[in-house]
């Protein structure tokens, strides 16, 4: 058994029956024999974190080499000198100062920067534009499933990472990692915990009446006494997914879970607050503080993952990026080209992947945002078939349906 | 749930906050649609006023004042503490040349040293204007809908509410008027026009400072061309895509931007009084984008403020909007997946009758698909503890007992996530740590009832005589009375309406 307690196995009981029927991981483990982290193959790890709301690409990672750039990002523009003076990547790129952590991952030769992405969605809605970066449907309105699910879901009868399924951070499970493969769910803890009686035939109560809240509810059980196990005192909330604490404690809290021999392999998680409207700031300010959150949490993930880190890829992405433009209010409004941050010890850094596109008026899209001229979906298929051996069929076909024609990047993972 | 349909309790959680254990289960019954009717005929049910809660200028007056006493006091500290030093300098230079003066010099580096080492406890900082002033609203909300009857209109309050959401978190002018603009701007028009709800909500100060526009200038406006200021297009971007047509209804980016070029101007009157009443709508002409405008193939003449009530009152006319609230509503109320013959009727309904929503939340009692005997919806957070404080029959004294829970699940009082609001459907809420959150707090509830009551008694209140088998059974077998209280809550009675 996973947890030998009596308590903890009284609990466990009824909810193997519920796993069986709806195939949830953790609890699964306990009953595979662990050969196959004996042999030293690679282990590999994906997480997954949604930037909700849009990153401004141009000021967090600014292409200070772009004649145009400082005319257009005005106040919001990242520099090489100066007051607050970015972090350089390269000649041409530089990193906003609220992301050290990553700035020496890249250097490392563990981070990049992939710029100019943006996923097929050219309308500027959020709401839409995060169901097509998290379904990795062709459009908006699909939102029974996400593409980490259906990759998990993919995967061959057997396989470690399909069979540990998903863990979604927070109070609700982010739509990329939604659907028929099984996800368990955490969140930092602030009121005390109910005795496992009292879970018990609640637990006992749903499964006579309400498969639904049955699955919901075992799979919730077993992700706490996990973290119960692990975690300690770290359980309660530091200030949510809109904080920078809360970023870095939801980062924390999913490495220690996914660190687990039985824990899941694949992780999601969604931070808020990036539609910066107004006052945005940029080498100081709002953007530069969520960007330490942010930063904060890549760093929570190499402490917490320790030898584990080795293998994980971790990728940032958002719906789509924000005007080229300061708009009157000194912030920026919806865009297209942004940035995605990737970093871990599978990742092959230490570059900007970027077919740079300018930033005159007519090379600007509709004359006003950053062009994309990197499809995010071909970033994300590359990590999928590098990380856990997904063909380009596989990835073209269910998990990005209708995308063949959008090849899987190479040599992402080192 | 029993094959029978228990149509009482239906218009009590389907369409209220549920039931009150006081017998209203066998009531609703015997004229479940007329009980429902009978809530919304009684004049005024859905408006909200209290000698604690401000209008939006007086909330914003204090918000204002408070900011500035503050300011002052933080002037006044940096002189005092600018002069401490210039003495300290003042008293070490003499001290070099009169040992009496050293002596004192080192005196006060020793005090100062001393309260470096043990600063003296500040009283802790009594709570701001707009904190109280939040914490008074949502209390006043929250009784009334742990109060009222049926808690119907409390329920059209905050669908549309969350509909036309601000989020408390924007800042302190938002937390200030977040409850002010709910009584002021939502509730009057629940049973009223959607129209003159649309025009009450984007010209109410709270809104046009939550979305930006009260700072979005016509870029050639006096303003705009005089200091290089222009246009923010937030408001008029959610207006097209979540207040009115909805997303991918055909409206195009130059739709958009021509939207937020209209409403140029539309802003809030400052502290000064030159603008009108302090902290109300003003039309500031130096900011509006001049000329006419184009919006959705129709031309809009230069003409102040009307022109944008113009085009808000078109938007709410059109039949993109229509279809998009009647699915929204029938979704809300009914099934996360509503019947579409349902959603066609009531999308003819609101259309028909001038975005009517007394005849929209009519047609919506009327219609037989939304009495379907099996629960479609699981409660959101709020309505779960509501219904829980109704069953009790715990009116909460003062707002942090439901306050703290609903930030904990995931859905803090008027802080939702984004401008689109919190999601109402079972793939939010019934999430596995969603779950252990609720069992959480039911446990901690029913473990902190000083008298609790038979939870078998509460049982029948809840369902009148048609509890399921397994319910029953599960609260009956419970080894103490909190157990079953925590049981019968977590129940799916009480977790699905």
């Known amino acids: 058994m996973l947890l030998p307690h009596p308590s903890r196995r009284a609990l466990f009981h009824p909810s193997r029956r519920a796993l069986v029927s709806g195939g949830s991981a953790l609890f699964g483990a306990a009953f595979i024999p662990k050969i196959a982290s004996a042999a030293g193959a690679r282990d590999p790890r994906l997480v997954v974190i949604i930037l909700r709301g849009a990153l401004d690409g141009l000021a967090s990672v600014g292409p200070v080499g772009d004649p145009d750039y400082v005319g257009l990002h005005g106040p919001l523009a990242l520099q090489f000198d100066g ?5 350089p990547l390269d000649g041409f790129f530089a990193l906003n100062p609220g992301m050290p952590v990553f700035a020496r991952m890249y250097r490392e030769k563990s981070a990049l920067v992939v710029h100019a992405t943006a996923t097929n969605y050219r309308e500027r809605s959020h709401f839409d534009g995060q169901d097509v970066l998290e379904s ?10 996400g593409w980490l699910n259906r990759a998990i879901a993919a995967l061959p009868q057997g396989d470690r990472v399909g069979r540990l399924g998903g863990l979604a951070i927070g109070a609700a499970t982010p739509l990329v990692l939604r659907g028929a493969a099984p996800v368990v769910g955490w969140a930092p803890e602030v009121i005390p915990t109910a005795s496992d009686e009292l879970a018990r035939r609640v637990l006992a109560l749903y499964e006579d009446s309400d498969p639904l809240l049955a699955r919901a509810m075992s799979q919730g059980l077993q992700v706490d006494r996990i973290a119960a196990r692990d975690m300690g005192a770290d359980r309660r909330d530091k200030g949510g997914p809109g ?10 809290g999913a490495a220690r879970l996914i660190a687990a021999d039985d824990g899941p392999r694949v992780a999601a998680l969604a931070f808020e607050g990036w539609d910066t409207h107004a006052g945005e700031g940029g080498a100081t300010g709002r953007l530069m503080q969520l960007l330490g959150g942010l930063d904060g949490a890549f760093d929570a993930f190499q402490t917490g993952l320790g030898a584990k880190w080795a293998d994980t890829a971790i990728i940032a992405i958002t719906e789509f990026g924000r005007t080229a433009k300061v708009n009157g209010t000194v912030g920026t409004d919806h865009g297209t080209g942004t940035v995605a941050f990737l970093a871990g010890g599978a990742i092959k850094g230490g570059r900007v992947v970027a077919d740079w596109p300018g930033l005159k008026e007519a090379q600007l899209f509709e004359k006003r945002d950053l062009a994309a001229t990197t499809d995010l979906r071909a970033v994300l298929k590359g990590l999928l078939a590098d990380q856990f051996g997904l063909s380009p069929a596989v990835l073209g076909e269910s998990v990005f349906p209708g995308t063949i024609g959008v090849r899987p990047m190479q040599g992402l993972i080192a | 749930m029993a094959a029978t349909a228990n149509l009482g309790l239906i218009a009590l959680t389907r369409f209220g906050y549920g039931p009150r254990g006081d017998g209203d289960v066998a009531i609703a019954a015997s004229d479940p649609r007329g009980f429902l009717k009978a809530e919304l005929a009684q004049p005024g049910i859905a408006l909200l006023s209290g000698a604690t809660l401000p209008t939006t200028a007086a909330a914003i007056d204090q918000f204002t004042r408070d900011q500035a006493a503050r300011k002052l006091e933080r002037d006044q500290l940096a002189t005092q503490q600018a002069e401490d030093l210039a003495r300290g300098k003042q008293l070490a230079a003499l001290g070099a040349v009169s040992p009496v003066f050293a002596k004192v010099a080192a005196a006060d580096a020793a005090k100062a040293a001393a309260l470096l080492a043990n600063p003296p406890k500040s009283a802790p900082k009594p709570p701001s204007p707009e904190q109280l002033i939040f914490r008074d609203e949502a209390l006043a909300r929250l009784r009334r809908a742990i109060e009222a009857r049926v808690g119907f209109a409390e329920r059209l309050v905050a669908f549309w509410s969350n509909h036309f959401c601000v989020s408390a978190n924007k800042g302190g002018i938002a937390r200030a008027t977040v409850g002010s603009f709910e009584r002021e701007a939502i509730r009057p028009h629940v049973l009223g026009r959607f129209s003159d709800m649309l025009v009450a909500v984007e010209s109410h100060p709270a809104m046009l400072h939550f979305l930006d526009n009260a700072q979005s200038v016509g870029p050639n406006s006096k303003v705009g061309l005089k200091a290089h200021k222009g246009l923010n297009e937030n408001l008029g971007r959610e207006i097209m895509e979540l207040h009115a047509l909805g997303v991918g209804s055909g409206y195009t980016q130059t739709d958009v931007t021509n939207l937020a070029r209209i409403l140029t101007g539309w802003s809030i009157s400052n502290a000064n009084g030159k603008e009108g009443v302090p902290g109300t709508f003003f039309f500031n002409a130096a900011t509006h984008e001049p000329g006419p405008i184009q919006l959705l193939g129709k031309t809009y003449p230069e003409d102040g403020a009307t022109q944008g009530q113009l085009a808000l009152l078109d938007l709410a006319r059109r039949p993109e909007t229509a279809r998009f609230i009647a699915g929204k509503f029938a ?7 509503p019947p579409p013959a349902l959603v066609e009727r009531l999308t003819h309904v609101f259309h028909d009758s001038g975005g009517d929503l007394r005849a929209l939340t009519f047609a919506l009692v009327d219609a037989a698909e939304a009495w379907d005997a099996a629960p479609a919806k699981m409660r959101s957070p709020y309505e779960f503890i509501v219904a829980t404080n109704r069953l009790l029959g715990h009116l909460p004294e003062e707002p942090g007992q ?14 939702p996530p984004g401008p689109n609001g919190f999601a109402d459907t079972a793939a939010a ?4 740590e969603g779950m252990k959150l609720r069992l959480d707090y039911c446990s901690q509830v029913a473990s902190r009832l000083r008298d609790p009551p038979n939870p078998s008694d509460l ?12 319910t029953r059974d599960a609260v009956r077998g419970a080894e103490s009375r909190q157990q079953g209280l925590a049981l019968l809550l977590m129940s799916p009675e009480m977790q699905r309406r």
């Open chain 1, 83 to 87: 007051a607050h003076p970015g972090l």
């Open chain 1, 136 to 145: 990795g449907m062709p459009g908006p309105g699909f939102t029974e499933s």
């Open chain 1, 243 to 252: 904080s920078p604490a809360g970023m870095r404690q939801a980062a924390q």
């Open chain 2, 331 to 337: 979704r809300a109320f009914v099934s996360d997946q």
């Open chain 2, 402 to 415: 439901v306050i703290g829970p609903l930030n904990l699940m995931g859905m803090g009082l008027w802080t």
């Open chain 2, 429 to 432: 809420w019934a999430s596995p």
């Open chain 2, 459 to 470: 049982l029948e209140a809840l369902c009148g005589a048609k509890p399921s088998q397994q």
